[in-house]
């Protein structure tokens, strides 16, 4: 059962624009979200996370946004930058601390 | 600092054959987990190991699939024997803390497995 779904595999955008990535999950236990941002041939590298007690995060050009009622996440790029074309993945955790991921979102950016 | 190591980058084999990774996590790291990554999927845990003991293995097929950590370090994970549906991206990733709330995973590059 796939408890995290990221249901656009892909997304393209100008560059200088903004990148809306999202994310739904089923598992009202889940307490802690991340994203994961993932080159070619390469592993999945950490990127942004928010804790259920909090609705949003930012951290430079990236922020992310909670909201728990709907069981919704969201990944904010602004602006778009080339090097940012890679596969997001959203994933989540709750008390088990086992980590879920969803199937991942390609962005392309385009110049 | 060092990245998560993993060998080899790419794996060919027949099915029924063994095959084995290996993983160097993070100097420091105790806590070790091996995912498998099919086309088209977000990673999936096979099994978490915290220092040389196994935390979480409720998804790692047994039949097959068998992974150790005897030091505390290293971790290889055998597959014996292959099948197709085995075809994947092995990624290994380690952690400084259990529960990863504080401290997000590290992955290694991955190896490519494929089946044929």
């Known amino acids: 059962d796939q408890q995290v779904k990221q249901n656009s595999p892909s997304l393209s955008v100008q560059e200088g624009r903004i990148s809306i990535l999202n994310c739904d999950y089923t598992?009202?236990?889940?307490?802690?979200f991340l994203w994961y941002k993932k080159y070619p041939a390469e592993g999945p590298t950490f990127l942004i996370s928010?804790?259920?007690?909090?609705d949003k995060n930012e951290d430079g050009r990236f922020t992310v946004f909670l909201n728990k009622s709907a069981k919704h996440l969201s990944l904010h790029i602004v602006p778009s930058q080339p090097g940012d074309s890679a596969v997001y993945f959203c994933?989540?955790?709750?008390?088990?601390?086992?980590?879920?991921f969803g199937a991942g979102t390609t962005v392309t950016v385009r110049a | 600092e060092a990245g998560v190591a993993q060998s080899p980058r790419y794996k060919i084999i027949e099915k029924r054959q063994s095959v084995a990774f290996w993983c160097n996590p993070i100097?420091?790291?105790?806590?070790l987990y091996w995912y498998q990554q099919i086309l088209g999927q977000g990673p999936k845990l096979l099994i978490q190991?915290?220092?040389?003991?196994?935390?979480?293995d409720s998804q790692l097929p047994k039949d097959r699939f068998s992974a150790e950590r005897l030091k505390g370090v290293d971790s290889t994970l055998k597959i014996q024997p292959a099948k197709l549906e085995d075809s994947a991206v092995y990624l290994c990733?380690?952690?400084?803390?259990?529960?990863?709330?504080?401290?997000?995973?590290?992955f290694g590059n991955g190896t490519r497995l494929t089946v044929t």
């Open positions: 990733a380690s952690s400084s803390s259990r529960d990863g709330y504080n401290s997000p995973l590290h």
């Open positions: 928010i804790s259920s007690i909090k």
């Open positions: 190991f915290q220092n040389n003991g196994v935390v979480d």
């Open positions: 100097s420091g790291h105790a806590t």
């Open positions: 598992n009202s236990m889940f307490d802690y």
């Open positions: 994933a989540a955790k709750g008390d088990d601390y086992k980590l879920s």
